[in-house]
């Protein structure tokens, strides 16, 4: 909701995933988001995630579900409303095929599929979407900005006029940034990058930019 906010979208809803035992370990933006909870939100909130995602869905000419975490919510929209799932593209991260974390080779349980092991098998069956493109570990655990493109996002932030949306990521990641320092033995602790990493000098591995990007190059 916060995110959202800072970034003038408010058009854009939000729901409440369907009901799960998958508990995260941390909650690394809690703080951050805290003076925005949801009951704040001025744009549309749906308490039935799912319905929601199957209302927005059902009203698009091109329907399509960009999906960076556990497959839980995929997994019962196919359940419940197979129909919307027959008609929508679902472009992913998930899995590992020949290379795991830290681009060590070697296939690993990536955390979005061994989170709800049940959930993906169900998601990725045949049929049950329209179509499926899937960013393993492989191709996006390599992915980090840094150097001279990193320098000018910060640059813009100092601009007279930064867009809202940059401020809003960049603020979010220092407070990721600084609880994952918190919380682990190295500086940045809980995302590995190939390149030494902080809000100062690069982003720590871009796990769920290949998704969009891919998205965004088929349109």
């Known amino acids: ?4 906010t800072l970034a003038g979208r408010a058009d854009v809803p939000i729901g409440v995933g369907a009901d799960t035992d998958i508990a ?32 927005v869905l059902s009203r698009s000419a091109e329907p399509t579900v960009i999906a960076i975490g556990p497959f839980t ?14 008609r929508t593209r679902v472009y992913a991260m998930g899995g590992s095929i020949r290379k795991g974390y830290g681009d060590r080779p070697g296939a690993v349980a990536e955390y979005n599929v061994k ?3 049940r959930a993906a098998q169900v998601a990725l069956r045949e049929g049950a979407f329209r179509s499926w493109f899937l960013s393993p570990l492989d191709s996006c655990g390599v992915l980090q900005l840094a150097g001279e493109r990193y320098q000018r996002l910060l640059a813009a932030e ?10 809003a990521l960049l603020g979010s990641y220092r407070a990721w940034y600084a609880q994952c320092s918190r919380d682990a033995t190295r500086d940045g602790g809980c995302s590995p990058g190939l390149l030494p990493y902080s809000p100062r000098n690069a982003s720590s591995v871009l796990w769920d ?11």
């Open 24 to 55: 995260w370990p941390q909650d690394y933006l809690g703080q951050w988001a805290a003076d925005m909870p949801l009951r704040n939100y001025s744009g549309r909130v749906g308490l039935d995630g799912v319905a929601l995602m199957a209302d």
């Open 158 to 167: 100092r601009g007279e006029r930064p867009p809202a949306v940059l401020a």
């Open 209 to 219: 930019a290949l998704p969009p990007i891919a998205m965004a190059l088929q349109a």
């Open 115 to 117: 989170t709800d092991v």
């Open 73 to 86: 919510n995929l997994q019962a929209l196919v359940q419940r409303f197979p129909e919307v799932a027959q």
């Open 1 to 4: 909701a916060k995110l959202l």
